[in-house]
T-cell receptor
Framework: GENVEQHPSTLSVQEGDSAVIKCTYS??????FPWYKQELGKGPQLIID?????GEKKDQRIAVTLNKTAKHFSLHITETQPEDSAVYFC?????????????FGTGTRLTIIP | ETGVTQSPTHLIKTRGQQVTLRCSSQ?????VSWYQQALGQGPQFIFQ???????GRGNFPPRFSGLQFPNYSSELNVNALELDDSALYLC?????????????FGEGSRLTVL
């Protein structure tokens, strides 16, 4: 089955700097790659996603890049703010009719230092 | 628009007991997925329900079972509880079967097994 590895497990950056989180996946059939943010005591919330027919996607301060050949994708957060502190998860899936399932990475705890 | 709601938020059980967790999907969503999140880990897919039928299952034993009702709400049942079942159980809803993978998570039910 699919295996998703995520690095680093913890990341501390100064407010205003950029943060990068990287993930690799094993199944070349995977074609959907979402990123979730989980704050303490809450469920994961989708922040951005990318499909395998796109190499890069950006939404304000957040961007995701995908390298299908190398089977890795990355989350980039620019101009970090204290409210960006949370645990971030990457995930991968190969949606087909009848089985929508996400395989998650192990998470990155991002701390923004004021 | 009402989001995904789960109950109870916290509960404590002892080994061998049975537990039922409940989930109300987001308005307009007809698919419910359940995930188990152990402490410090990413969520793991348990199963998905669509039109009241199981529609995909992860690597979980048969003592994990579920139901979906005509109003799209859902239950997760776990029999013969084991210590390793202690985790945050997340329900996520989405629209359409085998769709775009965009899941909306509830805040979870934290189960402690003693």
């Amino acid at each position: 089955g699919e295996n998703v590895e995520q690095h680093p497990s913890t990341l501390s950056v100064q407010e205003g700097d950029s943060a990068v989180i990287k993930c690799t996946y094993s199944d070349s059939a995977s074609n959907y790659f979402p990123w979730y943010k989980q704050e303490l005591g809450k469920g994961p919330q989708l922040i951005i996603d990318i499909r395998s027919n796109v190499g890069e996607k950006k939404d304000q301060r957040i961007a995701v890049t995908l390298n299908k050949t190398a089977k890795h994708f990355s989350l980039h957060i620019t101009e970090t703010q204290p409210e960006d502190s949370a645990v971030y998860f990457c995930a991968a899936s190969k949606p087909n009719f009848g089985n929508e399932k996400l395989t998650f990475g192990t998470g990155t705890r991002l701390t923004i230092i004021p | 628009e009402t989001g995904v709601t789960q109950s109870p938020t916290h509960l404590i059980k002892t080994r061998g007991q049975q537990v039922t967790l409940r989930c109300s999907s987001q308005s307009g969503h007809n698919t419910v997925s359940w995930y188990q999140q152990a402490l410090g880990q990413g969520p793991q897919f348990i199963f998905q329900y669509y039109r009241e039928e199981e529609n995909g299952r992860g690597n979980f034993p048969p003592r994990f079972s579920g139901l979906q009702f005509p109003n799209y709400s859902s239950e997760l049942n776990v029999n013969a509880l084991e210590l390793d079942d202690s985790a945050l159980y997340l329900c996520a809803s989405s629209s359409g079967q085998g769709g775009d993978g965009e899941l909306f998570f509830g805040e979870g039910s934290r189960l402690t097994v003693l």
